[in-house]
């Protein structure tokens, strides 16, 4: 496979030769499986289908500078799964399993790992979802774990540029004590006629608010937002905020690089104090954020005034994506080397 055009990837759906899976039957799971097929074969009253029990991951494999293959943290990726499951009722993945059907997938598909230095990377997408039948509100008593892969691009075309994003309150992604914790597929849906409308506005983003008070800022669409003021590193601190391997990740090298992190509220009236702002993920590490703007009352908040992203949020940007190429030293041990 010669023929892929690594400097135009899109971030999306990518057909590659196998995908690894595992069932979960009878209270146990089952021998790995190899498949060829991009179908699954599933009875009609799966939970996954009518009460919303599925839950997912993402996270990447690179092609470093010395040509070996790093994944990025795929134990917390494991702990996270392992979380969601908990949180909707879903069979337990056991981090060997996991870790397992990762390399698996990562390995069979090693052509369509991105060369070294084209801002492209593997992403990978473990989907654990209720494959049983069950009519009566209940949990699944089988699951499938499925792990699929696919060469991404930047998620940023034109690299690691500014955008614009929209303060809501017409619309909540998650309740305080609801599941907006856990990677489960329901909190996408809920979210989607907000991004929608966002796009459509012209927006990148929306960037909700906490549910109870709509004081407090929650997550930036699928991503964790995090600000920069007078050598802070402060992200938000809510029940309902989907913990950010990425914001877990970055915080720690703020640290590193001498920055003061805060992890509580943050709310709307200290948007403009930030010197930088941005969301995090693992599709994109850092989209630096230039402006938000107050759908309800218009008010404006401006950053990157000179067009380009902060030098804080570049120099972390720029440590991560080292770490993740290896380029710089993996001092806490974040790459799983594939062998
Ligand atoms: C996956 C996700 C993130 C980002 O998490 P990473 O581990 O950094 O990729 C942030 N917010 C939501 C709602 C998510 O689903």
Not at 64 to 70: A, E, F, L, T
Not at 243 to 255: D, G, K, V
Request: proline share 4%; net charge neutral.
């Amino acid at each position: 496979m010669n023929n892929i055009d690594w400097k135009n990837l899109p971030f999306g759906y990518f057909k590659t030769d196998y995908n690894v899976r595992c069932y979960f039957r009878n209270n146990e799971w089952g021998e790995l499986e190899i498949s060829s097929s991009e179908y699954v074969n599933i009875h009609m009253a799966a939970t996954a289908l009518h009460y919303g029990q599925s839950a997912f991951e993402g996270l990447k494999a690179f092609r470093g500078k010395d040509g070996k293959i790093r994944i990025f943290r795929l134990e917390e990726n494991a702990k996270r799964m392992q979380n969601s499951a908990y949180g909707i009722m879903m069979a337990d993945v056991p981090t060997e399993l996991f870790r397992e059907a990762v390399l698996t997938a990562v390995k069979l598909n090693e052509k369509f790992i991105p060369p070294y230095g084209e801002g492209a990377s593997l992403y990978i997408r473990p989907v654990l979802f209720g494959s049983g039948a069950q009519v009566g509100v209940k949990p699944a008593n089988e699951y499938l774990l499925i792990v699929f892969v696919g060469p991404v691009g930047p998620y940023f075309k034109e690299g690691f540029n500014p955008v614009s994003i929209q303060i809501v309150r017409d619309f909540d992604r998650a309740a305080p004590l609801g599941t907006g914790c856990y990677k489960v597929g329901g909190n996408y849906a809920a979210s989607l006629r907000a991004g929608e409308r966002a796009h459509h506005e012209g927006f990148a983003s929306v960037l909700f608010l906490d549910a109870k008070e709509k004081k407090y800022i929650d997550e930036a669409g699928p991503a964790n937002f995090f600000g920069i003021k007078g050598n802070k590193y402060i992200t938000p601190e809510s029940k309902s905020i989907l913990p950010s391997i990425t914001n877990m990740s970055l915080r720690q090298l703020a640290e590193d690089i001498g920055l003061t992190v805060e992890k509580r509220q943050v709310s709307v009236d200290e948007l403009g104090e930030f010197e930088e702002v941005g969301a995090c993920g693992t599709a994109a590490v850092i989209s630096p954020i230039k402006r938000i703007l107050d759908r309800d009352t218009n008010k404006e908040f401006l950053y990157c005034k000179d067009g380009k992203a902060g030098p804080v949020s570049t120099k972390l940007y720029n440590m991560l994506r080292a770490i993740q190429e290896g380029e710089i030293e993996d001092k806490y041990n974040w790459n799983t080397i594939v062998e």
